[in-house]
T-cell receptor, first 112, second 109 residues
Framework: DTAVSQTPKYLVTQMGNDKSIKCEQN?????MYWYKQDSKKFLKIMFS???????INETVPNRFSPKSPDKAHLNLHINSLELGDSAVYFC???????????FGEGSRLTVL | GQNIDQPTEMTATEGAIVQINCTYQ??????LFWYQQHAGEAPTFLSY??LDGLEEKGRFSSFLSRSKGYSYLLLKELQMKDSASYLC??????????WGAGTKLIIKP
């Protein structure tokens, strides 16, 4: 049973397109996150939700919009994709905030 | 500003011991995490230190000195599968997690 699952695992798209990445966790955790890991391997927090409420909203372009329909799901929608958006996006969850993070497998986004 | 420093890359021999250091300067401190990340995979939790001292977990140990803003991860009896990046992350006074860039550990036979 996958604890944190995200889809798709790979995404190749053209500049200007809109795309979504979905994330689901079956751990019963209250807090979920989106992280971006660029080519230099830095992990940067983008958003965090606790019980469907946004609690962290870092300085990311407003082309990125998270949506949490319930506490087990946190989706990421990206409008008007740019070359610089190419990265691996990790979804994660934790029992507490902050706490041990359980990561999804990552979604590798390539913008051409 | 806040930052986490760790060496970019280290090399060690199978069966040996290696120590990966992490120094941090953050606004407040509420715990330090170590994660392991194999190439192309997600990070996985290794350890959490919030009090000074050594936490041992099998072949891996993590040490913390809050007064020095310093931690290390000690890996014993190195195995080839330990080749990975090791990420240090600190929780600051606002409970935000600040990440280091990671140390790539290469294990040679």
């Amino acid at each position: 049973d996958t604890a944190v699952s995200q889809t798709p695992k790979y995404l190749v798209t053209q500049m200007g397109n809109d795309k979504s990445i979905k994330c689901e966790q079956n751990l019963g955790h209250d807090t979920m996150y989106w992280y971006k890991q660029d080519s230099k391997k830095f992990l940067k927090i983008m958003f965090s939700y606790n019980n469907k409420e946004l609690i962290i909203n870092e300085t990311v372009p407003n082309r990125f919009s998270p949506k949490s329909p319930d506490k087990a799901h946190l989706n990421l929608h990206i409008n008007s994709l740019e070359l610089g958006d190419s990265a691996v996006y990790f979804c994660a969850s934790s029992q507490a905030f902050p706490g041990e993070l359980f990561f999804g497998e990552g979604s590798r986004l390539t913008v051409l | 500003g806040q930052n986490i420093d760790q060496p970019t890359e280290m090399t060690a021999t199978e069966g040996a011991i290696v120590q990966i250091n992490c120094t941090y300067q953050t606004s407040g401190f509420n715990g330090l995490f170590w994660y392991q990340q194999h190439a192309g995979e997600a990070p996985t939790f290794l350890s959490y230190n919030v009090l000074d001292g050594l936490e041992e977990k099998g072949r891996f140990s993590s040490f913390l000195s809050r007064s020095k803003g310093y931690s290390y991860l000690l890996l014993k009896e190195l195995q080839m599968k330990d080749s990975a990046s090791y990420l240090c992350a600190v929780t600051d006074s606002n409970y935000q997690l600040i990440w280091g860039a990671g140390t790539k550990l290469i294990i040679k036979p």
